[in-house]
C-alpha cells in the first residue's frame, strides 16, 4: 500500500458503496481506481 491509498479498515466502510455493473465480470482493481481517483483530486490535475 502507498503512502496515501485507502487503509484497509476504510475501505471495509466504502468497498459495499461502490457501483459495481450486476452483469459480467467484475472489475479486479476496483481499490487501485478508487485510489487514482482520490489522488487526481488530491493533486489537482486535469481529466482527460
Do not use: H, K, Y
Request: charged residues 25%; aromatic residues 12%.
Amino acid at each position: 500500500m502507498a503512502r496515501f491509498d485507502v487503509p484497509d479498515a476504510e475501505w471495509a466502510l466504502i468497498e459495499p458503496l461502490v457501483p459495481v455493473a450486476a452483469t459480467g465480470p467484475l472489475p479486479r482493481r476496483v481499490r487501485d481506481q478508487f485510489n487514482g481517483i482520490l489522488w487526481r483530486f488530491r493533486t489537482g490535475s486535469g481529466w482527460r
